[in-house]
């Protein structure tokens, strides 16, 4: 996958427990690095996080979800951090509520008001990496494509492109 602006948007790699998604997820933040991408890389659990490796935070941590609040965007380490990413990747996304990923989206939106869109996510390159057969363990939802797509896209959920 280029990582060009015209490759932006909201993608996702699904697939069954071992089989290869956080190998991928680490081949193309190391291609989105050297292309010179600034990439902010989490997931949805430390566990999970500290094995993807790369730099990776909790998301919470990253994007500013304290206890059970959002810390205001008034801090400006946030704002910067928000305003300056290329490419979010955030691993483990079955483990995400779609309000969280609403929440992120309109972060995104407010750290760059200088950016003619509403595009998702402000028009960056999101990659979301996870198992959509893991959701029944987190959500009391049957597992098909409709109900991952509910679960955890939300108002986003009808940008998804399925990378894998
Ligand atoms: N292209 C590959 N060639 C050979 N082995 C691979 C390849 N990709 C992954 N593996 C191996 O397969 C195993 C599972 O890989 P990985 O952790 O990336 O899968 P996953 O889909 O993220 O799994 P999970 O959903 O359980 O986290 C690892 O031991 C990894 O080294």
Redesign the pocket.
């Known amino acids: 996958m280029r990582t060009s602006s015209g490759n932006a948007g909201v993608w996702r790699i699904q697939?069954?427990?071992?089989?290869?998604?956080?190998?991928?997820?680490?081949a193309f933040i190391s291609k989105a690095a050297s292309m010179g991408k600034r990439v902010t890389v989490c997931a949805t659990t430390g566990k999970?996080a500290k094995?993807l490796g790369m730099g990776a935070m909790t998301a919470h941590f990253a994007f500013g979800f304290r206890g059970s609040q959002w810390i205001p965007l008034t801090n400006r380490y946030m704002l910067m951090f928000l305003a300056m990413a290329d490419v979010i990747c955030l691993h483990?996304i079955s483990m995400a509520k779609a309000a969280f990923l609403q929440q992120l989206h309109q972060r995104c939106l407010d750290a760059c008001p200088n950016l003619p869109t509403n595009l998702p996510f402000a028009g960056k390159l999101i990659l979301l990496?996870?198992?959509k057969h893991q959701l029944a363990a987190v959500c009391d939802h049957k597992c098909d494509e409709d109900a991952y797509t509910s679960h955890i896209g939300g108002p986003c959920g009808t940008c998804f492109k399925k990378f894998i």
């Open positions: 697939g069954p427990g071992g089989h290869g998604k956080t190998n991928v997820m680490r999970a094995f483990e990496g996870g198992d």
